[in-house]
């Protein structure tokens, strides 16, 4: 049984690590920009959304944020046109 859970365990961590792959190289794709705030809190709020779109010239739909580690206090948020 416990090699079961080991084995269960390690695969949920390998499909957890590729799917957070897959997801940074997709976010790659997508068009960014730099806006003020924190990644953990400020990606999905109205402000952020309302900044992105008018940066943008339309709404659009913000996919992930990442933390911009040259400028503390900014990141950089990924969208849909």
């Given amino acids: 049984m416990r090699k079961f859970k080991r084995a269960a365990v390690a695969a949920a961590s390998v499909l957890a690590f590729s799917g957070l792959s ?6 790659a ?9 924190d990644p953990a809190t400020d990606c999905f709020t ?22 911009d580690p040259q400028n503390p ?8 046109p």
């Fill in 22 to 27: 897959i997801g940074a190289a997709q976010a």
């Fill in 29 to 37: 794709e997508l068009p960014s920009m730099f806006t003020p705030g």
């Fill in 46 to 67: 109205q402000e952020t959304q309302r900044g992105v779109d008018q940066g943008a010239g339309h709404h659009v739909t913000i996919v992930h944020c990442e933390r």
């Fill in 73 to 80: 206090g900014t990141m950089l948020v990924f969208y849909r």
